[in-house]
């Protein structure tokens, strides 16, 4: 059974760093596209970053290029979100994505396209 549990979201203040995690199981997350996809408040689903496998690469939104790395560690099994200089349009609940299909998010990502986890609350504020 495909599964997948994101934690490490919490309150930090702008200009601060967070490092999300997206324990999967059921299948090799380093063999695998995924996405991280955020929905702040009272909006819709924004895509954030791909990281994608044969070929391998990553991409991320304009909005967060330069500030968040995607990676995954294959001995753990797990997905990352690192995220720094944070700001508070940065404030969202975030959700690993696995994809049904090898391909990169459409404009409008919507719950039918993959396998999501939970989602982890990022609050940025002083």
């Known amino acids: 059974e495909v599964q997948l549990v994101e934690s490490g979201g919490t309150l930090v203040q702008p200009g601060g760093s967070l490092t999300l995690s997206c324990k999967v199981s059921?299948?090799?997350?380093?063999?695998?596209w995924m996405w991280w996809v955020r929905q702040a408040p009272g909006k819709g689903l924004e895509w954030v970053a791909?990281?994608?496998?044969?070929?391998?690469?990553?991409d991320y939104a304009d909005s967060v290029k330069g500030r968040f790395h995607i990676s995954t560690d294959r001995p753990k099994n797990t997905l990352f979100l690192q995220m720094r200089s944070l700001n508070v349009e940065d404030t969202a609940v975030y959700y690993c994505?696995?994809?049904?299909?090898?391909?990169?998010?459409?404009?409008?990502?919507?719950?039918?396209?993959?396998?999501w986890g939970q989602g982890t609350q990022v609050t940025v504020s002083s």
């Open positions: 994505v696995r994809p049904f299909f090898r391909t990169p998010p459409p404009l409008n990502v919507t719950r039918n396209l993959g396998t």
């Open positions: 059921g299948f090799i997350v380093s063999n695998s």
């Open positions: 791909t990281i994608q496998s044969a070929p391998a690469g990553t």
